[in-house]
């Protein structure tokens, strides 16, 4: 299944090298799901500085914007279920980086941004993301014995 699939390993060299402890939600599904994206952020650096293949990087950069479309799809359908008092906020979060990702691209396919901001503030979204609002749902969830 999507969500439940081991993410494949990034070497400590990565652009975005997943650490365990630091990014942790506490929710092995979530979890996954985020070192999944990180993984994808680091294939994009790979299309945009190594492979320099802009065509490569806005097909990389789109499928990860579906990604994290069907990871936010996922988060809210299980913090609807289980009526999270926090969602409102939350959720609009998630709408706010969709807009704020796919007005990137367009950025970047026009060749007005620049790769490494790019990939930089997407690095920091998912990490400022997962620290600041995703955490907010692990005791909650918690709380509800869901196994994830
Ligand atoms: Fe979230
Ligand atoms: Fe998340």
């Keep these: ?6 993410p494949k390993p990034q070497p400590p060299t990565a652009f975005f090298p997943w650490l365990d402890e630091e990014y942790t939600v506490g929710i092995q599904r979530f979890d996954r ?3 999944r994206l990180a993984s994808r952020i680091n294939d994009l650096h790979e299309a945009m500085m190594v492979k320099r ?3 490569l990087a ?3 950069f789109t ?5 994290t479309r ?3 799809v996922d988060e809210e359908s299980i913090l609807t279920q289980f009526n999270f008092p926090d969602s409102e906020a939350h959720f609009a979060e998630h709408s706010d980086l969709l807009q704020e990702a796919a007005e990137f ?7 007005n941004l620049s790769a490494l901001v790019l990939l930089n503030t997407l690095k920091a979204w998912l990490i400022n993301h997962i620290k600041n ?3 907010k749902y692990t005791g909650f969830l918690r709380r509800q014995r869901w196994s994830g």
């Design 133 to 135: 609002s995703d955490r």
């Design 1 to 6: 299944m999507f969500f439940k699939s081991a």
């Design 63 to 67: 499928k990860l914007i579906q990604e």
């Design 58 to 60: 806005t097909a990389v």
């Design 105 to 111: 691209l367009r950025k970047y396919e026009a060749g």
């Design 70 to 72: 069907a990871h936010f």
């Design 53 to 55: 293949d802009r065509l």
């Design 33 to 35: 799901a985020h070192q």
